[in-house]
């Protein structure tokens, strides 16, 4: 009989044992596969309050800036006092809890409520009532980050060998805290950082890449300063300049770059269609609106919407035209041409004009209310005889747009040529800059510079002589030579494909006489 009941002790206590294996098994081989903390910490309590057949059980960690201890997760019997637990906080200098915390030690408490270390405002505030427990430090490599407790065995007493189970789950709890910590700090690290990453992109194609406007000038640079301010803001944009300064360019950027760049972008010259045509260009028109109006015909207002419109030449507009647009962008509607009903737009009006608007208004050709509504943010396109010092990048960006499009080989611009663009004054702009480049890369040959030679007449400073002005001696023998030495060097040299060899022979020259004169005339 002795005997019997010595093999179901021992029976019972390597079933227990193995339980506890079990459990530490169970718990080392989830630390590999959980990375949400809370998730990981609720399973491990969960299953220690299981084993040890407790009420309650608790991780409770150390706040440092407020030297507190709270609540990470509780595992309780009751739903209730399991919330509560989680909203409560206490001193770190409290309870056993606080007690085990500076100490580092392990501690078994069989009468909770008679040991003086008891801290009984936790209870208080859960509605728990604490009769006994296990509170084991959580330790890391480096300090005591938390406790562990369990509470309240449902039979019997707690034991050492319950205590020595909480000492041995307390190391990988205390690991897999700091690990998900860390895990979670790297993931808010990259999140930063992928934010931080994705500002700077859009800081730079604000600053740097704004739809092909180039330029390192104090002039264009300004221009960048305020399409920053304005690229995000939803105001009315009126961009003043020369023909050919680039203003479709801005109007653009500032769609592209601004919330609406995922809708529609449409522009209209104002200054192209007569006011009939503009007007249902603009505002569309209803079938029968007009001989030909065959079918209804939205207008641009209604396709931009959600958009923007670009209004270039708005200075262009007659008075009747402009009462049209006043009335657009105060209600936010457009009436087609023909129509009896409204329809409502939401779309942002950028407008441009090579005009001073401000004068027209004084002098009565354009609406003071129009140009008020159009005027909120002004931006003035400097033209680029203002911004020499872009010509060179300006230059170099449409050479190798110009080589690219011929498919051909341009080896850069001569110092020459290069100072000739840079002296012009432009009276058409950037766009007179990009025509005459194009025209110079068509002139030249296939792995040869840009020259003064390919560059046009009035960039050159001089007129096409006529034979009149020759006879009358307006040019020197000596001009009239070189020119006419230029001009066989350029044909024979084109009859044989640009071989030198060739050229000499057909020139009657040697190799080394042609080269000198090609350096010469920096014939490339």
């Known amino acids: 009989m002795v005997l019997d009941v010595t093999e179901r002790d021992l029976l ?6 193995t339980q506890r294996l079990s459990l530490l098994l169970e718990v080392s081989q989830s630390l590999s596969a959980l990375t949400d903390l809370r998730e990981l910490l609720r399973f491990i309590i969960r299953k220690n309050r299981e084993l040890l057949r407790a009420e309650a059980s608790s991780i409770i960690l150390l706040d440092k800036e407020k030297n507190e201890l709270f609540f990470l997760v509780a595992d309780n019997t009751e739903d209730e006092t399991e919330r ?66 369990v509470l309240n065995r449902i039979e019997g007493e707690f034991t050492e060998e319950d205590l020595e189970l909480g000492q041995s789950l307390s190391g990988p709890i205390a690991i897999a805290i700091e690990n998900v910590r860390l895990y979670e700090a790297l993931k808010q690290a990259q999140s930063c950082l992928l934010a931080e990453n994705l500002y700077l992109k859009q800081e730079v194609e604000t600053r740097y890449r704004f739809d092909r406007i180039i330029g390192e000038s104090p002039a ?100 009747s035209m402009q009462v049209k647009l006043l009335r657009v962008l105060e209600e936010r509607e457009v009436r087609p041409v023909g129509g009896a009903r409204s329809r409502k737009v939401d779309v942002r ?32 396109l400097p033209p680029l005889r203002e911004r020499r010092e872009d010509i060179p990048i300006l230059a170099i960006h449409f050479l190798k747009q110009a080589a690219d499009r011929a498919k051909k080989r341009i080896e850069g611009i001569s110092p020459a040529a290069l100072k000739l663009l840079i002296d012009y004054p432009y009276p058409g702009n950037v766009r007179e800059l990009q025509n005459e480049i194009e025209r110079a890369v068509l002139l030249a040959d296939e792995e040869c510079r840009i020259t003064p030679d ?68 920096e014939i490339s």
């Not at 019972?12 to 044992?17: D, F």
């Not at 078994?108 to 003086?116: G, H, K, M, V």
């Not at 020759?470 to 071989?499: D, F, P, W, Y």
Request: glycine share 10%; proline share 4%.
């Open 12 to 17: 019972s206590q390597l079933q227990a044992k």
């Open 84 to 149: 509560k637990l989680l909203d409560v906080r206490f001193p770190a200098d409290k309870g056993v809890a606080g007690w085990v915390l500076q100490r580092g030690e392990a501690t078994l408490i069989r009468q909770a409520q008679n040991d003086p270390r008891f801290y009984s405002q936790v209870d208080e505030r859960s509605g728990f009532i604490t009769r006994s427990l296990i509170c084991v430090p959580l330790k890391t490599s480096q300090e005591i980050i938390g406790v562990m407790m």
């Open 220 to 319: 264009i640079q300004e221009v960048f300063r305020l399409l920053e301010r304005v690229i995000h803001s939803p105001v009315s944009v009126a961009i003043y300049g020369e023909t050919g300064t680039g203003k479709e360019l801005i109007a653009r950027a500032i769609h592209g770059h601004g919330p609406r760049r995922e809708r529609i972008f449409v522009a209209q010259n104002c200054g192209a269609l007569p006011e009939a045509l503009l007007e249902s260009e603009l505002f569309g028109h209803v079938k029968g609106a007009f001989t030909g109006a065959g079918t209804d015909k939205k207008g641009l207002f209604e396709l931009a919407d959600g958009g923007t419109i670009f209004l270039d030449e708005i200075g262009e507009t007659s008075p």
């Open 349 to 380: 009006v950028i407008c441009a004009t090579h005009r001073d608007l401000e004068q027209e208004v004084r002098e009565g050709r354009f609406r003071q209310d129009l140009y008020y509504r159009l005027n909120v943010f002004p931006i003035l």
């Open 454 to 521: 390919l560059l046009s007449v009035r960039i050159r400073g001089t007129k096409p002589p006529s034979s009149s002005e020759e006879t009358a001696g307006k040019r020197t023998l000596r001009e009239s030579l070189e020119e006419a030495e230029r001009r066989l060097i350029h044909q024979a040299l084109a009859g044989v494909q640009g071989n030198r060899t060739q050229a000499a022979r057909t020139l009657g020259l040697t190799r080394q006489a042609l080269q000198q004169k090609l350096r010469k005339y």
